[in-house]
């Protein structure tokens, strides 16, 4: 079975640019989450996404955003590119829709490294 | 607030000798608690959960509630077993809230 796949792995861009991430999920997986990691602070929870509805938003600014498609597969934009931005980015996808006060296990991809210049 | 802390960026033992990587949290809640292991140049993975109570590769973890603690344990260390290790709270809709990680060495 494939693992969560994640494009481009590798990505530079220019401050005030805008750039799009990919994840596809592994085959069955509605659940896909997305994580910023950084050096300085470590993993954090951009938000999630179950059957194309944003269930759930960490504390980033507005510029972040996703969406999920009838595919599971899901994008993130982040939009006028700041050279803060540069992170790892991670999806990974989870076979259940957990609810509320709930996680299932988390798959994760190897990420694309975003870097900004 | 919802908070991991990992207090150990680095932990360096001897092959065989017994290893403990710590992890305290703050949630008001019942936690689910996860530890993901991350090899070099591997994906991140789910190593155990604290409600499936099993071992995986030779590392338990406990749920202390009282200490709000969830730290990693494992009797003998073995080389394979250097990478990085995150403790992870999940409060739910798949949304897990990472440690710092703590960085696992050990030493021939």
């Known amino acids: 079975k494939a693992g969560v796949t994640q494009t481009p792995r590798y990505l530079i861009k220019t401050r005030g640019q805008q750039v799009t991430l990919s994840c596809s999920p592994i085959?069955?997986?509605?659940?896909v989450s997305w994580y910023q990691q950084t050096p300085g602070q470590g993993l954090q929870f951009l938000f999630e996404?179950?059957?194309?509805?944003?269930?759930n938003k960490g504390n980033f600014p507005g510029r972040f955003s996703g969406r999920q498609f009838s595919n599971s597969r899901s994008e993130m934009n982040v939009s006028t590119l700041e050279l803060g931005d540069s992170a790892l980015y991670l999806c990974?996808?989870?076979?259940?829709?957990?609810?509320?006060?709930?996680?299932?296990?988390?798959?994760f991809g190897q990420g694309t490294r975003l870097t900004v210049v | 607030a919802q908070r991991v802390t990992q207090p150990e960026k680095l932990l360096s033992v001897f092959k065989g000798a017994p290893v403990e990587l710590k992890c305290n949290y703050s949630?008001?809640?019942?936690?689910?608690l996860f530890w993901y292991v991350q090899y070099s140049r591997q994906r991140l993975q789910l190593l155990l959960r604290?409600?499936s109570r099993e071992s995986i590769k030779g590392f338990t973890a406990d749920l202390n509630k009282g200490e709000t603690s969830f730290h990693l344990k494992k009797p003998f260390a073995q080389e394979e077993d250097s990478a990085m290790y995150y403790c992870?709270?999940?409060?739910?809709?798949?949304?897990?809230?990472f440690g710092a990680g703590t960085r696992l060495a050990v030493h021939p």
């Open positions: 996404y179950f059957s194309e509805t944003q269930r």
């Open positions: 949630y008001s809640g019942s936690p689910e």
């Open positions: 990974a996808s989870s076979l259940k829709g957990a609810g509320l006060l709930m996680n299932t296990e988390a798959f």
């Open positions: 604290h409600i």
């Open positions: 992870a709270l999940g409060p739910g809709y798949n949304k897990l809230i």
């Open positions: 085959s069955g997986h509605r659940s």
